[in-house]
């Protein structure tokens, strides 16, 4: 008997295929003398349509909301029912004993391989294979230690119940919306509230009121240091009259200045924890300027085709005991390039592995991401490929480093009877931070940056700091000494608003309140531009006219990140067998029926913020302006209508004889026509859709056209339909 082994992916199975010996490769799968290796394409099964239940649901309307199934059920995918039914063919098959489940190990690719199970029937026994890494010594090891497949079913447990939690609250509050409003409004259990935080942060920007305030420097002769004037340790330093800053800089101004106070204390720095996917994707925001789905594309390329690193789509930081003695071969495969160097030092020593490193009762489904042992070929990499991998390289060689070792010098000096605070930094040893090549490449925030921008937002305290001296080069001092004041001044500043939220930030805050999990940050990022609710603005993201209607449409509770966050909890409690499915869905249904009720009642209105001047030829309504990626489309406002047309006309390869631009693509009432408008240059374009022949009712016709005036027929009609056939004729 064989095993047939089910991967999620036609480039996962190849690799398995290849280390389990099976050559014999066919359209749909590969066999060999023990195993059959075949894939899905992502899901291959879904939750049925609305209209499946009922015919009726294939038109919107709001009476029928909402859209509660008793039981849901499952249907193949249409796009991809041709793997589909190969799939179902080799669980059909008698000389097959068992089915591998060799989809991605977490809750989505479970959820992959249940529901094919569930359409095929499959009554046989089953296994897990449950890797970290496509490596092929992780293939080998993997299906030499598979797990019995019902020690994931709690995992699949969860996965329906959010998958059906999904379809309940996402379908039915975005067909209430669109049928209500008539526009294209589209609501989530994940994506509503993520709006929601965005839309909180441009209410504190839009209410921001800014303040002035004032901070007082000096600046001393020969030491050349500035230090920060202070009504006491622990003030900020602002002063919120220019009166008072004027106050403190002439009762200062020409008096003596004594050292009163010098402190040198050694601060020790431990190195930065590795990656979950979530503060990877953060790094690569910040140092890479890398969208969250780009990290995550990018990443999933050096886990399956490159191998060079371990599975992406973890939520932990920290490794398993049991991978420790695999760390010196993972470092030795990394002592290439530029890399080589502090590689080759730290193997010469056994690698200091610490409670920040390794800690099981850390580790969830999966461990932090860190680079296998596969050889790196740098030069086999895109340059985005490089970069990313160069981000995880740099962490890994930071964890096994020393910490970063430097004396902290603070001063205070007395001039009459204020006084005026000073800090300095002397690094004593680089220890984790040589791994950037310098200290201030080193400065990973290590996922505190939350986004919310505290200095700007409470307005200044970055400026208070830069007046303190924070980070200068302090000359050698003594207590009871005596100083030149140089110079002293005051300075204005203002309070300025939060900052808008980077992906970065964005990120943190969704993981903060447990909005989605790693794999699914970055979609709904993603879903939330291509639906036009928010937009990019450089590295910022802004909720757009469409965006700030809709949140306000939306139930509160649905925007409302904490009932998501508690969600998401209970989801995780199931898949580790301390939550109860049915109580769930039960909630999940009355409040999906609450929501949509909410819209029915509700008089709020929806207006475009987008409206063109240009009117739909359709049905004469004013169009909105849609960006999307191949430039800007007019898209009629009327959902049912559904007229769009490009904003922009097309350009053709023809140039202008006079001015040499590529010209605009337009169709007239004798067909289509390149212009140039600037010149008023026009040309007639053939009609190339064809490729130069006609189809068959178009001869058709046109023999009927010429029979009406001649009659043709033997040799001379043959002709005809030869000369109408053109290439068709000559094979």
């Known amino acids: 008997m064989k095993s047939l082994v089910l991967a999620e992916k036609p480039s996962v199975a190849r690799e398995i295929a290849r280390v389990l010996g099976c050559t014999n490769k066919n359209k749909s799968y590969i066999e060999g003398p023990s195993y059959v290796v075949t894939w899905a394409l992502g899901h291959l099964v879904g939750l049925a349509e ?9 038109t919107w309307n709001l009476e029928d909301l909402p859209i509660m199934p008793d039981r849901m059920t499952l249907k193949p995918l249409k796009e991809t029912s041709g793997q589909f039914k190969a799939v179902l063919q080799l669980c059909k098959r008698p000389d097959i004993g068992e089915l591998i489940i060799a989809t991605d190990a977490g809750r989505e690719g479970e959820l992959v391989a249940r529901w094919i199970m569930e359409l095929a029937h499959w009554k046989k026994p089953f296994k897990r294979l449950w890797i970290s890494s496509q490596t092929d010594k992780a293939i080998q090891d993997g299906f030499a230690s598979l797990k019995p497949g019902r020690e994931y079913d709690r995992l699949y447990a969860s996965a329906v119940c959010r998958a059906e939690a999904d379809w309940l609250v996402g379908l039915n509050v975005t067909r209430a919306l669109t049928s209500k409003y008539n526009a294209q409004l589209s609501a989530g259990r994940v994506q509503t509230p993520t709006l929601g935080m965005l839309m909180e942060r441009e209410r504190e920007i839009s209410g921001f009121v800014p303040k002035p305030f004032w901070t007082v420097s000096a600046e001393f002769a020969g030491e050349g240091f500035q230090a920060a004037w202070r009504s006491e340790e622990g003030h900020d330093g602002r002063l919120w009259t220019q009166a008072e800053a004027e106050a403190v800089v002439a009762r200062t101004k020409g008096k003596p200045a004594v050292v009163e106070r010098l402190r040198t204390v050694e601060r020790s720095e431990p190195h930065p924890q590795a990656y979950d996917l979530t503060e990877l994707q953060r790094d690569a925001n910040t140092r890479l300027g890398f969208s969250a789905k780009q990290t995550s594309n990018v990443l999933q390329r050096l886990y399956e085709q490159h191998k060079l690193v371990t ?31 502090l590689a080759r030092k730290l193997l010469r020593t056994p690698l200091a592995v610490t ?59 007395r001039i009459g009877e204020d006084r005026f605070y000073a800090k300095g930094n002397v690094l004593k040893e680089a220890g984790w931070k040589e791994a950037y090549g310098s200290v201030q490449d080193a400065d990973w925030s290590d996922g505190e940056d939350d986004g919310s921008d505290e200095a700007a937002a409470d307005g200044g305290r970055a400026a208070a700091r830069e007046a303190g001296g924070g980070g200068q080069l302090l000359p050698a001092l003594a207590s009871g000494q005596s100083l030149t004041l140089k110079q002293n001044r005051f ?7 939060p900052a808008r939220y980077t992906e970065a930030g964005l990120l943190s805050k969704m993981e903060k309140y447990g909005l989605g999990t790693p794999a699914t940050r970055a979609d709904i990022i993603e879903k939330l531009l291509s639906s036009q609710t928010i937009d990019r603005q450089g590295n910022r993201l802004v909720p757009t006219g469409k965006g700030k209607q809709l949140i306000e449409l ?7 990140p904490e009932l998501t966050a508690a969600w998401e909890r209970e989801l995780e409690r199931i898949a580790k067998g301390q939550g109860d499915a049915k109580k769930f869905m039960a909630s999940i249904r009355q409040q999906a029926a609450a929501w949509v009720n909410e819209v029915k009642q509700d008089a709020k209105e929806y207006k475009p913020h987008n409206l063109s001047h240009a009117h739909c030829p359709e049905c004469g309504k004013r169009m909105m302006e849609v960006n999307g990626k191949r430039g800007k489309t007019f898209v009629c406002q009327d959902r049912e209508c559904g007229y769009r047309r490009a904003a922009e006309p097309a350009l053709s390869n023809k140039r202008c004889p006079r001015c040499h631009k590529k010209m605009e693509i337009h169709t007239g009432k004798a067909g289509k026509y390149a212009q140039c408008r600037p010149c008023n240059v026009i040309e007639m374009l053939e009609d190339k859709a064809g490729g130069g022949r006609i189809n068959k009712h178009q001869q058709k016709r046109l023999v009927e056209q010429f029979s009406d005036k001649v009659s043709l027929t033997g040799g001379l009609a043959d002709a005809l339909k030869a000369a109408l056939e053109g290439k068709d004729e000559k094979k």
Do not use: W
């Open 50 to 58: 609305p209209e499946d239940y009922d015919p009726k649901y294939k």
């Open 311 to 341: 599975y992406p789509r973890t939520d932990s930081r920290y490794l398993s005991s049991d991978m420790v003695p695999t760390l010196k071969g993972r470092m030795e495969s990394i002592a290439v390039g530029p890399y080589a160097a």
């Open 355 to 413: 409670k920040r490193i390794v800690d099981d009762g850390k580790v969830s489904d999966h461990h932090a991401i860190i680079p296998t042992e596969q050889y790196v070929n740098l030069s086999a990499l895109s340059p985005e490929e490089r970069k990313l991998h160069e981000l995880i390289v740099r962490r890994f060689l930071a964890m096994f480093s020393p910490p970063c070792r430097y004396d902290e010098t603070g001063v205070v000096i």
């Open 491 to 497: 300075r204005e500043g203002k309070t300025q608003p």
């Open 554 to 560: 939306a139930s509160k509770e649905l925007r409302s």
